[in-house]
């Protein structure tokens, strides 16, 4: 099976709130795990990408936390800002290549 | 450095019209995928080529859409006849990757299509 699935759907946050999705994935094959950020007119742009060998990955305000024996991974916001506003996709693909599979997506609104 | 330079933007036919879109990847980027977007949900790979020769293409509706990189640079992808459910944005990207290495894949703008 492929899939990722990701959730939730639509997520709004208080300015300075922390922001949290989800996902999980059943092919034990993935092992790169990237989540994209697209705003509106414009193509999917690496965020953030963690490997199975660590659990956790920051950069900034953005962290992966990822948990292998459950097959699933998340994305954190911290000191969410109105500028984050944008639809967050995770991904994940297998060995061999990068050939990604993408969950369905998450509209972020961050409320000033 | 430039990104991905996909034309046109937008695109308007009829059902049963053919369609050509047209991607050039970054620069040294070995391959390049072309990935297609319906609305509301996430991208989906059609193919992949590595240089000029495909890789993976088994998501790719062979009967009405196929896509070419003669030259190992730039690629074009061809819907002939459309249907209403191939409206979508279609999304190029390329990346470095050689091997088992797996690297950013940079998106391009896309071509938002639509059929009526």
């Known amino acids: 099976q492929q899939q990722v699935k990701q959730s939730p759907q639509s997520l709004i946050v208080q300015k300075g709130g922390i922001s949290i999705i989800n996902c999980a994935y059943e092919?034990?094959?993935?092992?790169?795990f990237p989540w994209y950020q697209q705003f509106p007119g414009k193509g999917p742009a690496l965020l953030i990408a963690?490997?199975?060998?660590?659990s956790e990955k920051k950069e900034g305000r953005f962290t992966i936390s990822f948990n292998k024996s459950a097959k699933q991974f998340s994305l954190h916001i911290m000191d969410s800002q109105p500028g984050d506003s944008a639809t967050y996709f995770c991904?994940?693909?297998?060995?061999?290549?990068?050939?990604?599979?993408f969950g369905a997506g998450t509209i972020l609104r961050v409320k000033s | 450095e430039a990104g991905v330079a996909q034309s046109p933007r937008y695109k308007i036919i009829e059902k049963r019209q053919s369609v050509a879109f047209w991607c050039n990847p970054i620069?040294?980027?070995?391959?390049l995928y072309w990935y297609q977007q319906i609305l509301g949900q996430g991208p989906k790979l059609l193919i992949q080529?590595?240089?000029?020769?495909?890789?993976?293409d088994s998501q790719l509706p062979k009967d009405r859409f196929s896509a070419e990189r003669l030259k190992g640079v730039d690629s074009t992808l061809k819907i002939q006849p459309a249907k209403l459910e191939d409206s979508a944005v279609y999304l190029c990207?390329?990346?470095?990757?050689?091997?088992?290495?797996?690297?950013?894949?940079?998106f391009g703008q896309g071509t938002r299509l639509t059929v009526v």
């Open positions: 963690i490997r199975p060998d660590v």
């Open positions: 092919n034990t094959a993935f092992d790169y």
């Open positions: 990207a390329s990346s470095r990757n050689s091997g088992r290495i797996n690297t950013e894949a940079f």
């Open positions: 080529f590595q240089n000029n020769g495909v890789v993976d």
């Open positions: 620069s040294g980027h070995a391959t």
């Open positions: 991904a994940a693909s297998p060995g061999g290549g990068n050939k990604l599979v």
